[in-house]
């Protein structure tokens, strides 16, 4: 298997980090990331380690995590397919991902795979910053995957009373409002059809929409305009577009909305610390992603492979 990096890092000087992940060629995140290294003065190269590309299937995760840290990266980023399978393969987990159940960022400290999760805390840093004010006593999570499950756990952390999660997999939904109801409480999570939606928004105070519905290759609305009320807050996780179809109809609605790139600055962010234990400056980030999304077709930077 060919990494597409050194089989050691050249230079120790330099913090080597990657992506491991599925279909990540158009991944912003090795520019978010190099832009950000780059302003704070730091030696940073960013590689995306594409399970597609590179002909391995993601139960070989496992395999590939070894090359890589064998390699002499500092850690890596870990997206779809693998957040949950890389899980196996690791050393350790913080309370937050062993809680969660996925993990998006592996740190390689000593010689141990150490499993992080930015995906909730950039979340809450998103939601903070971008819906200061806002009521959580009741929100609803549409999409129980590891979005959504990190948005959940987000909430719960910072004071939400209960969470409605709802997927079309019924199962996924009760397995995720169990494992949350576990961490956090009986009745601080429950599961609900999604045929149950408009009755669930009607006593809700917020809305994350955490499916692919919205992005440019799933086109669409996940809801129904008309169970959209002005009592409701609405977040997104998509951030491709930026300004959703959901966004813009809940705006027309009168909700304070949230797009999803103030999360998706935000956990870069807090990976990159754990990279490099320096703090980024997010609104400098959000300028960067801004910039990036301005062009269709984003151009890598020569250093990330």
């Not at 840093?125 to 009741?138: D, I, M, V, W």
């Not at 917020?206 to 086109?219: D, I, K, S, W, Y």
């Not at 909700?255 to 400098?284: E, I, K, S, W, Y």
């Amino acid at each position: 298997m060919r990494l597409g990096v050194d089989e050691r890092v050249a230079d120790p000087g330099t913090v080597h980090v990657g992506l491991i992940g599925a279909g990540i060629g158009p991944s912003l995140s090795p520019a978010l990331h190099e832009r950000e290294a780059s302003a704070l003065s730091l030696a940073y190269r960013y590689t995306r380690f594409d399970l597609d590309a590179l002909g391995v299937a993601p139960a070989a995760v496992g395999d590939l995590l070894a090359r890589v840290r064998d390699a002499g990266l500092r850690g890596v980023n870990v997206t779809h397919p693998v957040k949950q399978t890389v899980l196996a393969h690791l050393d350790e987990l913080s309370p937050d991902a062993a809680a969660i159940g996925a993990v998006n960022t592996v740190l390689f400290d000593d010689g141990r795979a150490v499993g992080h999760n930015t995906d909730w805390s950039g979340f809450a840093a998103a939601r903070r910053t971008g819906l200061a004010g806002t009521t959580l006593g009741r929100v609803a999570v549409l999409g129980a995957g590891g979005a959504g499950a990190a948005a959940a756990h987000a909430l719960l952390v910072e004071g939400a009373g209960t969470v409605d999660v709802l997927d079309v997999d019924a199962d996924r939904a009760h397995a995720l409002a169990v494992r949350l109801a576990t961490t956090f409480g009986a009745g601080r999570a429950v599961a609900s059809p999604t045929a149950a939606l408009g009755d669930v928004l009607a006593r809700a105070d917020g809305l994350v929409h955490a499916t692919p519905t919205g992005m440019a290759e799933h086109p669409g609305l996940p809801v129904d305009p008309a169970v959209l009320h002005h009592r409701l807050w609405v977040a997104e996780i998509v951030y491709r577009p930026l300004r959703t179809g959901l966004l813009r109809v809940a705006e027309a609605a009168g909700c304070p909305t949230l797009d999803g790139g103030l999360m998706a600055v935000h956990q870069a962010a807090d990976a990159l610390n754990l990279f490099t234990g320096r703090r980024p400056d997010t609104t400098r980030m959000r300028r960067h992603l801004a910039e990036l999304l301005d062009d269709p077709e984003p151009r890598e930077d020569p250093r990330a492979g």
